[in-house]
């Protein structure tokens, strides 16, 4: 077992606990960004109750680059600490399953398009007439209202058209993903912070509510300045590489061996203690670098003098040098350095949890950490309609014969 990863954990043991071990969550919708936030409720101790379509699921199940055993990677990680319930929601039968079961429910969570569950009668006030208190996610492209609520929207196009593609990559080459869904991921942190704030709302009014996040309105609450750059500095951000305009030095700068460091000195105490940690005292005075206006007019320069510099030293020694002076920097990880970092280690950041198909399984640990109700990760991803009958016999109390005629009929 490497280093950073803790103690694997049983997927069949523990009870839940956590901050949130007194709610209930229905999770419809699939693929990444209702599931995320199902995912961080469940994080924190929410009951999970995921609901797929009997003998596919959700795409999710298929997802990834690496498929070991044929099974998607990404899985486990996504639909962790979750149930898994099979229910046809397109059809009538299953619909009022699934209207039975968010009746029991705190919290539902949504990604279909706008306009889905009002045609299969599981619209929010529809099912608020059964459960005045229950609050509904909805996370969407667009949002559930406005000319462009009714479109098919992906995360990729509400990144563009939230703003930050444009400012993602180097300058003069086409606009860049990130390398993550960060559009999906944040609009599900949107619809998770919205959920909570209804819960804590409900505590006083003894009603639910709505809570309608979209993808393209979750990157754009993400951009910082933009807009009054734009309409009151008429200044239009561009994409930039790896450097912050007028800020330096924030760079990527080589080391003996071709491996790369980040180092953040921008600030004028510490830009004054890298100076001195090159034995370069003489940047500190020197007009072109004084202070952090000359410094950000001099960019360039001064990132060619520092990467003079760091190319002459090995990765390690580097570090320890500008650790040692109280410089911010970094490597820029892979996986392969979080699995081999003691303070990953310490943290709990990387945990294994048992898995059927693969032994056990690593992913990242719950963020934030909180003093008194951590989180936890109690299992991975379940196997399709693992959790039917724990449902549907014990919550809604199905008996056996009927559940073996929903099975069946493809309802389940």
Not at 145 to 156: M, N
Not at 302 to 324: C, M, P, S, Y
Request: proline share 6%; charged share 25%; with cysteine.
């Amino acid at each position: 077992m490497n280093a950073a990863a803790a103690t694997a954990v049983d997927a069949t043991a523990g009870s839940t606990s956590g901050p949130l071990s007194d709610l209930r969550v229905v999770e419809m919708g699939q693929l990444l960004a209702g599931p995320f936030c199902g995912q961080l409720l469940g994080d924190f101790g929410a009951e999970v109750i995921k609901l797929e379509p009997p003998g596919s699921g959700d795409p999710m199940r298929q997802w990834g680059r690496e498929k070991p055993h044929g099974r998607s990677l990404w899985w486990p990680v996504v639909a962790r600490n979750k149930k898994s319930v099979t229910c046809n929601l397109r059809d009538p039968e299953g619909q009022q399953l699934a209207r039975r079961i968010i009746a029991e429910a705190d919290i539902v969570v949504e990604n279909f398009r706008p306009g889905t569950l009002e045609r299969w009668g599981l619209g929010f006030d529809e099912l608020r007439k059964d459960n005045p208190g229950l609050i509904m996610a909805r996370v969407s492209g667009y949002g559930q209202s406005g000319p462009y609520s009714s479109r098919a929207g992906f995360g990729s196009i509400g990144e563009a058209m939230g703003g930050i593609r444009y400012v993602t990559g180097d300058a003069g080459m086409p606009p860049s993903r990130s390398g993550i869904s960060i559009g999906d991921s944040l609009a599900a942190v949107f619809a998770t912070v919205g959920v909570l704030a209804a819960i804590h709302q409900r505590e006083r009014s003894g009603r639910g509510q709505l809570v309608d996040s979209a993808i393209y309105e979750a990157v754009l609450g993400m951009m910082e300045s933009l807009l009054p750059e734009w309409e009151i500095g008429g200044y239009q951000r561009e994409r930039t590489g790896s450097v912050l305009p007028n800020i330096a030095p924030s760079n990527v700068y080589p080391t003996k061996g071709d491996e790369m460091i980040l180092v953040a000195a921008n600030q004028d105490t510490v830009f004054a203690r890298l100076a001195t940690a090159m034995g370069r005292d003489d940047l500190i005075t020197n007009p072109r670098y004084r202070d952090h206006a000359s410094r950000g007019e001099n960019m360039v320069e001064l990132d060619d003098v520092i990467a003079d510099w760091t190319r002459d030293h090995g990765t390690e020694e580097l570090l320890a040098i500008l650790h040692e002076a109280g410089v911010p920097a970094g490597r820029i990880y892979t996986a392969r350095d979080m699995f081999a970092d003691p303070h990953f280690a310490a943290r709990d950041a990387i945990v294994r949890l048992a898995h059927p198909d693969f032994g056990e399984i690593p992913m990242h640990g719950v963020f934030p950490k909180l003093s008194e109700t951590p989180g936890s990760v109690r299992h991975a991803g379940p196997q399709l309609g693992e959790h039917n009958a724990d449902i549907y016999h014990d919550l809604l109390g199905v008996d056996d014969q009927a559940l073996a005629d929903l099975t069946e009929r493809g309802i389940i």
